[in-house]
């Protein structure tokens, strides 16, 4: 039975020891399987590419160890102006048995320290750093600010390579690090990383805009601190990078969506056109929900919730659909895309000693101000008619438990869940209860995505009140 005394840790055990609620149950389908795969991903690495900003000066780097400073403009450098810079550099000193020594049979490349050089580049406005903290960090761990701390440029002119290493942690903030390769024609250098049992291949070249015309473009890749890493080697032309630790700090994180010009590679679920490319091939099939339904997302990112709501009229859902990243932002962009109407919905879930558990979706921050346990209806027919909630997926004994009475029957929809609901976005708020004395209740509700589908041909005619 609910407990309006409980408080979050309570709540947190009580759901751990209960069984898995059928009404959650996840729904089955080829193409369901790939979808929920996408979107839930959660690598070691993530990559994409980036647009070169548009400045008066160009993409301008600046080098030099002396008082003379040399200048080579990026995307129109000579072969001879690559040449000096190599020159220029130093044997790169790799980690090798616990030392940092020079061994070219280690790594071969050079490298300037960064007070060695200077390059017009702001990541942050790129949103190169949010796409790191959407893409390669974990719900929990992006609840985090991160900052990048410029490192040094590498450069792998012909027969240079990387044998495999990992990065050296320099102090307990740092988790990983975000190389950039700068847009300059090469062959070979494919960046190789490994972690555990999974590899991840990135092959730059293949994302460098460099023919006539074409916008240029900067490829980019983050990992973690543990995953090991291969360049292999340069046949032909120069590959430079920099290189960018990352390091959480101690701030409240702000909310973002990313910035445009941004082309995620991976994860292929914060990549807006992936994920609208197979929900694309899901709609398309007439074998699934051939008749229409209501599918169901969990949020993967967390967000910032105000703490006290307007019961009467509450826009947090409202407001949160323009802060949506990363897998969550692409998921509701993708269902705009193809003429779906996605919403956002509260979830609220109650145990219910004779009727199992019970789920009730709410277009809205359900806030209830007083609760008489021994005069008023639970908690869930409340949500369901003062709060236009409806009943997900409820089992027979739950539908007999709602039988119509003076005010009209509740209504209840079925919902195919394709990602399940998280603990993440979790919203609380609380009242004034009455049972054999007067206590604290609390009222929790989880955020989720819900999108109607009409059936096979005119998957764009469905509302969710049908």
Known sequence: ???????????????????????????????????????????????????????????????????????????????????????????????LDQEHVSDNSYRKAGKLDRDQFSLNLDIDNMGLLEAVRTGLL????????????????????????????????QDATMFGSLVLVLPFPHEGGTLVLRHENHECVFDATQHLSILPHAAPRIPYVAFFGDVEQEVRPITSGHRITITYHL??????????????????????GANGSEVKAILKTLLSDPTFLPEGGILGFGLRHPYTLPTTFDPQDDDTLEGLKHRLKGVDAALFSACISHCLAPSLYTIYEETHEDVSRILVACPRVAKISTHDHDH??????????QFDGFLVNPSQAVIDSSAPGGDGPIARRRVHWVTPLSQVNRVKTRFAAYANAPMMGYLYQRICILVA?????????ATMNE
């Open 376 to 385: 008023d209806e639970e908690v869930w027919k409340k949500l369901c008619r």
């Open 138 to 169: 974990s719900p929990n761990e992006a609840k985090k600010a991160i900052r990048a701390e410029l490192s040094e440029l590498n450069i792998y002119g012909k027969n240079s390579f990387y044998n495999k290493d990992k990065d050296a942690t």
């Open 1 to 95: 039975m609910y407990d309006p005394s409980s408080d979050s840790e309570d709540y947190d055990q009580r759901q751990s020891q209960l069984p898995p609620n059928p009404a959650l149950r996840l729904a089955e389908h080829p193409r369901i399987v790939l979808l929920r795969s996408v979107l839930g991903e959660h690598p070691f690495c993530c990559c994409g590419t980036a647009d070169v900003p548009a400045t008066a000066s160009g993409l301008v780097l600046f080098y030099g160890k002396d008082e003379r400073a040399r200048r080579i403009d990026i995307l129109n450098a000579s072969r001879s102006a690559l040449d000096d810079l190599e020159k220029a550099c130093d044997p790169v000193a790799s980690g």
């Open 247 to 268: 390091h959480f700090v101690n701030e409240r994180d702000v909310e973002s969506l990313l910035q445009t010009g941004l082309d995620i590679i991976h994860p292929r």
């Open 453 to 461: 589908v009409g059936p096979a041909g005119r998957r764009c005619d």
